[in-house]
């Protein structure tokens, strides 16, 4: 029989020592490992464009760990679908509901591929959209494109006939005139122009609305239409920096400008990629709302679950894809989230699952919040050399693009002229050959495939009336699609 007490008293005054092993000794021992092959043999390029190396062991001496914010419950977004009035407001209440808290409402009357561009929402539409919603407790943001000015007017008359006091107005305009050229291609329009109607929109929202923003630079059209990380981080950057100059030339203060200005930017299920990006992103931004004389330079950042990662083909897929976005959104710092359904591609509903798929989508971030508090954990991947590494090598690069963008006539020239879609363009073609070599992997569309699901195939993006250079939505697994 052996004694237990000896046994543990033996084990407290002989403990066991391990041999300490270099770096040089485990790396040899991996290279055997791989049969003759070098470590470097692992590196690998995520479908972002970013490299990862298969060993880190140092931490980079310049830093991008993300300023302490308050943590709270996230801002869970429904997006507003629907095509009559009614369908949206039942879709609202239903969501409200649910588990919603805050409304994405686009003003536009037609779809972007439809060729009026002009029609937008009346008072008497957005009331009857809004129907028996509390105003005063739910925010409502926006997409309102080129007609950002007069949408402002519209629904701020909304709030006011409904009784909500200024002070508890609570509109996120989100006017994004340089975002809507990339989105549509429409280049005709005036930019400065509509520069100046943003200005006029900032000074009336910062004096009038206290609880109100005015701008929001939305990315999600850059990565939608396939562009790399780097591409997305620098198009955003250029144009809140271009903004905020407006802002400033107008005597607006550097912290008034910061604080009325939003960020939107897309994630897919590539969560390490995405979680470095948003990472970047709020370094990027505090470095140069620093040094444009912002005092506290947050960064309120929406973020929505990609539409280039969605399927036709075993579209419950993309639910698991959407969890990896809402993931990443939380470990990268988002304060919103929008979480679009899993059978919702090409603005248009695959079944008639409709209900159940909003009730799944705008589960992901309850579930992720209030079951595994992840946004109760700031940025928790800070320190691990890894993700220090890939944020500063990002950062760098983006800085040097960002240097050679503004050398070369900058971003609205660069948009003007249709070099960046074509260079967005390039990038989401070695994204269709990674996915066509095996290099990057879509479960149920390049590998995985079921053979028997082939019920959406039938279902195709509607023809589109925008120009060429138009940002449009580009989804990897269309070409696997058309062939399967």
């Not at 004694?3 to 002989?14: G, I, L, Y």
């Not at 040094?291 to 929505?304: D, I, S, Y």
């Not at 799944?360 to 590494?389: C, Q």
């Not at 967005?424 to 095996?438: T, V, W, Y």
Request: glycine content about 4%; charged content about 15%; proline content about 4%.
């Amino acid at each position: 029989m052996i004694d237990a007490s000896n046994n543990q008293n033996n084990t407290a005054s002989n403990p066991v020592s391990f041999d300490q092993q270099t770096v040089e000794q485990w790396q040899a021992l991996a290279e055997k490992s791989l049969k003759g092959q070098s470590l470097e043999s692992l590196t690998r390029i995520t479908p972002g464009q970013i490299t990862t190396h298969p060993l880190y062991t140092r931490r980079p001496e310049s830093q991008t760990a993300l300023l302490p914010s308050p943590l709270k419950r996230w801002d869970n977004r429904l997006a507003v679908l629907g095509n009559t009035n009614s369908v949206k407001n039942a879709n609202v209440l239903a969501g409200l509901a649910g588990g919603i808290s805050s409304l994405q409402l686009s003003l536009e009357n037609k779809a972007l591929d439809d060729t009026d561009q002009s029609a937008t929402l009346s008072a008497a539409d957005i009331l009857a959209i809004l129907k028996d919603v509390q105003l005063n407790i739910v925010p409502v943001s926006l997409l309102s494109g080129k007609h950002f000015s007069a949408n402002a007017k519209t629904i701020e008359s909304v709030f006011a006939k409904l009784g909500v006091p200024t002070t508890e107005t609570c509109i996120a305009f989100n006017a994004d005139p340089i975002g809507y050229m990339a989105q549509t291609g429409d280049t005709q329009i005036d930019l400065p122009v509509l520069l100046n109607e943003l200005v006029k929109l900032a000074k009336h929202t910062l004096q009038h609305l206290p609880k109100s923003t005015t701008l929001c630079v939305n990315a999600s059209c850059y990565h939608n239409a396939g562009g790399s990380i780097e591409q997305e981080l620098v198009a955003t950057i250029a144009t809140a920096s271009i903004y905020m100059q407006s802002m400033l030339d107008a005597g607006i203060k550097a912290q008034d400008a910061c604080d009325t200005l939003a960020f939107q930017l897309s994630c897919d299920a590539d969560l390490l990629s995405n979680v470095v990006k948003l990472r970047v992103l709020k370094s990027l931004w505090h470095h140069v709302a620093t040094a444009m004389g912002a005092e506290k330079p947050g960064c309120q950042l929406t973020v929505e679950s990609s539409k280039r990662m969605q399927s036709l083909m075993s579209p419950w897929n993309n639910h698991l894809r959407n969890v990896s976005s809402a993931t990443a959104a939380a470990m990268g710092g988002a304060q919103s989230i929008v979480i679009h359904p899993h059978n919702y591609i090409d603005n248009q509903f695959l079944d008639k699952d409709i209900a159940l798929s909003a009730r799944v989508a705008r589960n992901i971030p309850i579930i992720v919040s209030e079951e595994s508090h992840l946004n109760f954990v700031h940025d928790p991947m800070a320190g691990a050399y890894s993700v220090e590494t890939i944020s500063t090598t990002l950062s760098n690069a983006c800085w040097q693009s960002l240097q050679q963008l503004e050398r070369d006539g900058g971003l609205i020239d660069a948009l003007q002229t249709g070099r960046y879609q074509t260079a967005i363009a390039h990038s989401q073609k070695q994204r269709i050959q990674r996915l066509s070599d095996e290099q990057d992997v879509q479960v149920g569309v390049n590998r995985y495939v079921n053979p028997e699901d082939t019920a959406n195939l039938n279902n195709t993006a509607p023809e589109t009336a925008l120009s060429d250079r138009a940002l449009i939505v580009k989804r990897d697994a269309q070409s696997f699609e058309a062939t399967s």
